[in-house]
């Protein structure tokens, strides 16, 4: 097999053909460029901006030792393998802030025994040592909060005060305005203060903003920055090319940090649940959730006059009745026909009833129309769920028993009552489109009978046997002590090392073929999200396949593989006798 690593002759020559500006761009264009074509210089410019801030990390973490240096190395190396994974180049920096923190701690814990003793007689040349100790201990807790805190205030955080951006160009990498980067660094600091006085360091918000600062950009050395991108480009092709360029510590670090990674994305569905954000069927929800925070009428509407009232009861009858879905997009993404299929709307009154084949019971809702306004106004709130109470604004047309409803995602970066009916990429929109029913073709049920003997072949115990995500396949003692357990439509997933079990509910179509399996989380990080995903079962043996909707591909999977590039993670279980 023919060597992946650069001639140093090919690697001089594309050094010095390369344009003097070809370092410059953004965080997204440098990835880019590495990605499509493992582009050194890119890397390197990728180091040069945001090493500073990762040695920083290392450094608070670990203090100025070679472990710094080895958890600098390997940070840089997950970045080489996980760039094309990097869903928002411009939050990079949080990115890699996260991995250096995760990744120094890794080295933290693995040496505790090893290191104990010199961490307490660390040398340090101040004038006041124990004041210098309190500093340190102090930043160290800080790293620890900082890396609780939620993306949004943290991206801003290490934005400005750990790489040093202004609030301005901030805002513009973001793209929002720069009132928003100081809002959010201002209660960024703010639940940092409450978070360290709760531990016994009280604080001043003026004392934490200048502590902040002071928590910064850390240069590492020019020797230890050429190391790392040689040996992170090498690592990017082939993992086994990059040995003798980094230490076999360096390796291993980055290569268990990698799996921890992945093991983390996937362990609430089934200690393997696979985080589903903006997929096309969650995009249902907007048939029935909320969306927005705004109460009724927060758009700046006057109240509603009596002759108005009457307009809206005319309305209300004229939507009178039972609604199929047959179109259903959401920013930019199409839903099929095969997943919109069982979904429809009731209305009665000023009551809907919104009805998807992923639930176990139907969603309820209050509806608010307004069909003097040019779009009509359609407004509903949540009558129950973890969105009881909040109001969704939209806008509706109707022709011809053709319902046409547009909704905007408050959670995206534009706000306020849409003003057309798209739900083009960008637009945070979700667009619904349903026929009427004609009386006598109700929609029916699904047949719960099927699911219900399903789900009964599954009850009991399980024993994960084999796990594999996007190619990598973990070994029999990574899935060691996991387990599943299902009870009725609950699914109890255990992984040694969690301090509890994770809880998800279950939804069932043997019907399909492959069967649909997919898991809705009930705890932890991902609480609400939904998986999508198929399954067989054999012979007492329990094969599940769940795509990973933050990487490239999205939908349900349609064969039972984890190969590379799938994103796709394949779980094999046994039942427990």
Not at 80 to 100: C, H, K, Q, S
Not at 456 to 465: C, H, I, S, Y
Not at 547 to 563: H, I, M, Q, Y
Request: proline share 4%; charged share 30%; glycine share 8%.
């Amino acid at each position: 097999m023919a060597s992946t690593k650069e001639h140093p002759i090919l690697r001089f020559i594309r050094r010095i053909t390369v344009p003097a500006d070809a370092a410059d761009g953004s965080d997204g264009q440098l990835l880019a460029r590495f990605v499509a074509g493992r582009d050194e210089t890119a890397f390197a410019a990728l180091v040069r901006r945001h090493g500073p801030m990762v040695f920083g990390v290392c450094n608070r973490v670990l203090g100025a030792s070679a472990d710094a240096e080895d958890a600098f190395q390997a940070t840089f190396l997950v970045l080489a393998r996980r760039a094309a994974a990097v869903r928002d180049p411009a939050t990079l920096g949080n990115w890699l802030y996260g991995v250096a923190y995760r990744t120094a701690l890794k080295v933290r814990s693995d040496a505790a025994v090893r290191r104990a003793r010199e961490s307490r007689v660390r040398t340090v040349d101040v004038a006041d040592p124990s004041d210098e100790v309190t500093r340190r201990d102090l930043r160290q807790v800080l790293d620890d909060e900082l890396s609780r805190l939620p993306d949004k205030y943290r991206v801003a955080v290490v934005l400005c005060y750990l790489e040093g951006q202004t609030q301005e160009d901030a805002a513009l990498l973001l793209g929002c305005p720069r009132k928003t980067v100081t809002t959010r660094l201002a209660r960024a600091c703010e639940r940092l203060r409450g978070r360290l006085t709760r531990r016994g360091l009280a604080l001043s918000g003026s004392a934490l903003g200048v502590l902040l600062p002071g928590v910064a950009a850390t240069a590492a050395p020019a020797a230890l920055m050429t190391v790392t991108v040689n040996a992170a480009v090498l690592f990017a092709a082939d993992e086994t090319a990059v040995a003798g360029a980094v230490s076999a510590r360096v390796l291993s670090l980055a290569k268990g940090v990698l799996k921890t990674m992945f093991v983390a994305k996937l362990k609430t569905a089934a200690v393997v649940l696979l985080a589903v954000v903006g997929s096309v069927v969650a995009a249902s929800g907007f048939a029935y959730q909320a969306l927005a925070a705004d109460k009724p009428g927060a758009d700046g509407g006057a109240a509603v006059k009596p002759d108005e009232k009457s307009k809206e009861a005319e309305a209300l009858k004229e939507l009178e009745g039972d609604w199929k879905v047959v179109e259903l997009s959401a920013d930019g993404r199409i839903a099929t026909a095969e997943d919109v299929k069982g979904m429809s709307w009731k209305f009665k009154g000023m009551q809907l009833l919104a009805t998807d084949p992923d639930d176990n019971v139907a969603k309820k809702a209050d509806v608010k129309l307004d069909p003097t306004k040019d779009p009509r106004h359609f407004d509903f709130t949540a009558l129950e769920g973890t969105q009881k109470g909040k109001t969704a604004q939209g806008i509706y047309k109707l022709e011809k028993g053709r319902l046409t409803v547009c909704l905007r995602d408050e959670k995206g970066a534009k706000k306020g009552r849409p003003t057309e009916f798209s739900a083009e990429n960008g637009s945070d929109q979700g667009l619904i489109v349903l026929e009427r029913v004609k009386p006598g073709a109700a929609v029916k049920p699904d047949d719960k009978s099927k699911e219900a003997e399903a789900l009964k072949e599954l009850e009991g115990d399980w024993n994960v046997v084999e796990l594999a995500a996007d190619g990598r396949k973990f070994t029999a003692e990574d899935v060691k002590g996991m387990n599943w357990k299902f009870n009725g439509t609950q699914l109890q997933t255990t992984r040694p090392g969690d301090k509890a079990a994770h809880k998800a509910d279950i939804k069932l179509d043997p019907a399909k073929d492959p069967r649909h399996l997919d898991v809705t989380a009930l705890d932890g990080d991902e609480k609400g999200k939904m998986a999508l995903g198929i399954y067989k079962l054999e012979k007492g043996r329990l094969t599940a396949c769940i795509r990973d909707e933050s990487g490239a591909k999205k939908g349900r999977p349609t064969e039972f593989s984890a190969e590379k590039g799938s994103d796709q993670a394949l779980i094999v279980l046994e039942q427990v006798k």
